[in-house]
């Protein structure tokens, strides 16, 4: 979702610009683009403080089965909200963000009926490698601020216990990852698992502390710190490795196409499409490679044979 806002809320930050001039339909776009920014910013936590909003310090994302099934439905109901504009009546600015915002909920829609969330974790997404980049974009300027970080903290066991459920129905039902993909993620759970707290990415905070705190809350935070990440952040990684170490890490693909996931195929052309933003078929998108390929060197080869200042030719 933050991904899929992100151009959009550069219309609310800079819609002023031209609000003057926009009319009605326009405004109601800005409210409904406002609108769903702040929801996924709600919605995603950790995203929300990476761009700066610290209202929901104290959260994590919701990854129960619930919460994803609802925003999926969230899908569905932005696009009836979209149909009911006028996009005739529209400046050619917002008409751009229309266009932008549909093609996004549309591809959304249509993705739905793929189980991406039961892939939930990778060598280069999931909570080891998202949560331990929360903290340096985290401001620590009050004791509120370090009593946010706190819960946040406290609530790592239950994300990885929800990341646990989706990789075993994931499991269930052939939704995993190719196991060749997947292999060094033990050593990045290991890593956030074990030993002294002090030394987690998770303390860091607790390191540096704003001079109004006063060295009894200084002492407080830094007891306290320890002690979320001995009893709650280390034993929940420690949990979720075990799992995937003994469990998942097994049941993992030995191809690492995406047409060996259940209706592999059609997951694949949906991805080309949604990467790639064409409506090019993944064979025609792969032949244009060797096309041009063979064409830059068969140009190579034409302008090598024509040596410069009679010099020899590099090819006989």
């Not at 620590?140 to 990789?167: G, M, N, T, W």
């Not at 991805?271 to 490679?289: A, F, M, Q, Y």
Request: aromatic residues 10%.
């Amino acid at each position: 979702m933050l991904a899929r806002l992100a151009g959009i809320v550069l219309v609310v930050a800079f819609g002023s610009s031209f609000a003057a001039a926009a009319g009605s339909e326009d405004a109601r776009l800005r409210r409904f683009f406002d609108e769903e920014w702040q929801w996924g910013l709600e919605q995603y936590p950790e995203g929300a403080t990476l761009v700066g909003d610290n209202r929901w310090n104290d959260r994590l994302t919701d990854l129960s089965f619930e919460a994803i099934a609802e925003r999926k439905r969230r899908s569905e109901s932005e696009l009836a909200t979209l149909r009911t504009f006028r996009r005739e009546a529209l400046s050619p600015e917002s008409r751009v963000s229309y266009d932008l915002f549909l093609h996004d909920v549309e591809l959304a829609i249509e993705g739905n009926r793929f189980p991406t969330e039961y892939l939930a974790i990778g060598p280069l997404a999931g909570m080891q490698i998202e949560l331990p980049s929360v903290p340096p974009q985290t401001p620590f300027r009050s004791a509120r601020d370090y009593e946010s970080y706190l819960a946040r903290l406290a609530a790592v066991p239950k994300q990885a216990d929800q990341v646990i459920a989706l990789l075993k129905k994931g499991v269930e039902t052939g939704w995993v990852a190719a196991r060749i993909a997947v292999e060094k993620v033990p050593e990045q759970l290991r890593a956030e698992s074990s030993g002294p707290p002090e030394k987690s990415p998770f303390f860091e905070p607790f390191t540096r502390f704003p001079d109004a705190l006063s060295e009894t809350d200084r002492e407080r935070f830094r007891r306290q710190g320890t002690a979320v990440i001995a009893g709650n952040v280390q034993p929940a990684f420690a949990r979720l490795l075990e799992y995937f170490e003994k469990s998942y890490l097994p049941a993992c693909r030995k191809d690492v196409g995406a047409w060996s996931l259940p209706d592999g195929d059609a997951f694949y052309r949906y991805s080309v499409r949604l990467h790639t933003t064409t409506t090019l078929d993944p064979k025609t998108i792969h032949e244009i490679g060797p096309a041009r390929s063979r064409g830059s060197t068969a140009r190579w080869r034409r302008s090598s044979r024509r040596p410069a200042s009679g010099a020899p030719s590099p090819i006989s």
